[in-house]
T-cell receptor, first 113, second 111 residues
Framework: DSGVTQTPKHLITATGQRVTLRCSPR?????VYWYQQSLDQGLQFLIQ???????AKGNILERFSAQQFPDLHSELNLSSLELGDSALYFC????????????FGNGTRLTVT | TQLLEQSPQFLSIQEGENLTVYCNSS?????LQWYRQEPGEGPVLLVT?????EVKKLKRLTFQFGDARKDSSLHITAAQPGDTGLYLC???????????FGQGTRLTINP
């Protein structure tokens, strides 16, 4: 058990809809990362937060947004969903120090129909 | 953009055989990590290598970081069915927190 909790585990929704994925980091970790994993593109970095502030941005679409709250949990919002957004979305947390390993949750599987 | 290429993408071998998977880039990384991911779960860290030329061993797994810190390899000796999984390398650039992941090597060890 990594200590990172992601909800929901599965999400099925229709095109054009909006969903929110939630992540609770490992106790004591200040950094939260979001990754998208699809069959043909591996793990793609979306965004990182550190102690409530955005730290780094990757290939995150404008339709996607995220935030980290004062209690350090994070939410990833996906809107105007398209079929191609179907993927596994992983949250990971770390202590934020150099070379810190990432501790991953078990992901949210999003299916857009 | 830093890219990591892993090879092979798929590997299926018999129990007891040895194997090596590679992780290559044209970019220099300050550190490189290897993760293993099993179906329905998130990736789990196996090792972090930091120094060029560094070699780390984890039981039957040997990890090496290239001298120029642009590439890495994972060697498994006497593979077992329990080694089956998706192996991912991930690199961090100079001063960067975010990790860039390779596409992964899907390894299947047949009994």
């Amino acid at each position: 058990d990594s200590g990172v909790t992601q909800t929901p585990k599965h999400l099925i929704t229709a095109t054009g809809q909006r969903v929110t994925l939630r992540c609770s980091p490992r106790s004591g970790d200040l950094s939260v990362y979001w990754y998208q994993q699809s069959l043909d593109q591996g793990l793609q970095f979306l965004i990182q937060y550190y102690n409530g502030e955005e730290r780094a941005k990757g290939n995150i679409l404008e339709r996607f947004s995220a935030q980290q709250f004062p209690d350090l949990h994070s939410e990833l919002n996906l809107s105007s969903l398209e079929l191609g957004d179907s993927a596994l979305y992983f949250c990971a947390s770390s202590g934020g120090q150099p070379y810190s390993p990432l501790h991953f949750g078990n992901g949210t599987r999003l299916t857009v129909t | 953009t830093q890219l990591l290429e892993q090879s092979p993408q798929f590997l299926s071998i018999q129990e007891g055989e040895n194997l090596t998977v590679y992780c290559n880039s044209s970019s220099v990384f300050s550190s490189l990590q290897w993760y293993r991911q099993e179906p329905g779960e998130g990736p789990v860290l196996l090792v972090t290598v930091v120094t060029g030329g560094e070699v780390k061993k984890l039981k039957r797994l040997t990890f090496q970081f290239g001298d120029a810190r642009k590439d890495s390899s994972l060697h498994i000796t006497a593979a077992q069915p329990g080694d089956t999984g998706l192996y991912l390398c991930a690199g961090a650039g100079q001063g960067a927190q975010k990790l860039v992941f390779g596409q992964g090597t899907r390894l299947t060890i047949n009994p």
